[in-house]
T-cell receptor, first 111, second 114 residues
Framework: GIQVEQSPPDLILQEGANSTLRCNFS?????LQWFHQNPWGQLINLFY???GTKQNGRLSATTVATERYSLLYISSSQTTDSGVYFC?????????????FGQGTTLQVKP | DAGVIQSPRHEVTEMGQEVTLRCKPI?????LFWYRQTMMRGLELLIY????????DSGMPEDRFSAKMPNASFSTLKIQPSEPRDSAVYFC????????????FGEGSRLTVL
């Protein structure tokens, strides 16, 4: 099956710093999403981005499908950005929304 | 608009008891997914439905687990009998268009089996 690898596994930032999280996948994908799991365990949709670039406030994401990677940029980080960031992809033909998750990047933003 | 609604949010039970988790997908969504999250295995897909029909249950751990979707607005995940290793957070998600659709997750049901 498809492999989804996220890096780095852990990241500690000082408030105000910028960061880039990476997601590599081993085969072509039909869908790619970024999620933030907050300290309360909620999975929050950040981006649906099978290709191209999107921005939402301090966050932006870029997926280069032909090179099989996606990047999540966090600028001017805040303590509320802490949590786990997951990349998830849909792979294969047919009408499935079967998301395969990476292992996540755990981000801690210190005040 | 209401998101995916799951209940209960927390469940503590004793080994051997039956557990039923419930999910109401977003209205109009035609795909429903059950995921399980543990520290050891991360997020794994258990089963998913399309138009109330189970499509892929290859992730269901064993016969103790069963899932149903009697109508477009309700699904259950049942564990009988429960075991301590079933302790996890169980998420339900729904999407509008399976292949390229965007998944929306509920808040999860945290299960502890003693």
């Amino acid at each position: 099956g498809i492999q989804v690898e996220q890096s780095p596994p852990d990241l500690i930032l000082q408030e105000g710093a910028n960061s880039t999280l990476r997601c590599n996948f081993s085969d072509s994908v039909n869908n790619l999403q970024w999620f933030h799991q907050n300290p309360w365990g909620q999975l929050i949709n950040l981006f649906y981005i099978p290709s191209g670039t999107k921005q939402n406030g301090r966050l932006s994401a870029t997926t280069v499908a032909t090179e099989r990677y996606s990047l999540l940029y966090i600028s001017s980080s805040q303590t509320t950005d802490s949590g786990v960031y997951f990349c998830a992809v849909v792979h294969g033909s047919g009408n499935t929304g079967k998301l395969i998750f990476g292992q996540g990047t755990t981000l801690q933003v210190k005040p | 608009d209401a998101g995916v609604i799951q209940s209960p949010r927390h469940e503590v039970t004793e080994m051997g008891q039956e557990v039923t988790l419930r999910c109401k997908p977003i209205s109009g969504h035609d795909y429903l997914f059950w995921y399980r999250q543990t520290m050891m295995r991360g997020l794994e897909l258990l089963i998913y439905f399309n138009n109330n029909v189970p499509i892929d249950d290859s992730g269901m751990p064993e016969d103790r687990f069963s899932a149903k979707m009697p109508n477009a607005s309700f699904s259950t995940l049942k564990i009988q009998p429960s075991e301590p290793r079933d302790s996890a957070v169980y998420f339900c998600a729904s999407s509008l268009e399976g292949r390229r659709g965007e998944l929306f997750f509920g808040e999860g049901s945290r299960l502890t089996v003693l």
